[in-house]
């Protein structure tokens, strides 16, 4: 079993910038390849960024390419997520997410954190 515990999200303004946490234990966490999902309200949850349990590959949803960065400390159990030049429209519940197989945009993955909520103001 593998527990999930998100934090940093926050209010910030347009324009503004926000790193996400997310602390994993119960499990060998470099085994681990690890997510970011969120869900706004009314919509279904969406991918964000993935990385591989090395760090050696990312993959990012096309809305934030080139604004968000996924990292990782293995040593810290730890995966974050850097969120530049936020938008209203980032507006979400952020959700943490890890699987020791799958590395992908899909919402299958075997473990879940709580989330954390970010809200971009305009």
């Known amino acids: 079993q593998v527990q999930l515990t998100e934090s940093g999200g926050g209010l910030v303004q347009a324009g503004g910038s926000l790193r996400l946490s997310c602390a994993a234990s119960g499990r060998t966490f470099s085994s681990l390849h690890m997510a970011w999902f969120r869900q706004a309200p009314g919509k279904e949850r969406e991918f964000v960024a993935v990385?591989?349990?090395?760090?050696?590959?990312?993959a990012y949803a096309d809305s934030v390419k080139g604004r968000f960065t996924i990292s990782r400390d293995n040593a810290k159990n730890t995966v974050y997520l850097q969120m530049n030049s936020l938008k209203p429209e980032d507006t979400a519940v952020y959700y943490c997410a890890a699987d020791p197989l799958r590395f992908g945009s899909d919402r299958t993955y075997a473990y879940w954190g709580q989330g954390t909520q970010v809200t971009v103001s305009s």
């Open positions: 990385i591989s349990w090395t760090g050696g590959s990312t």
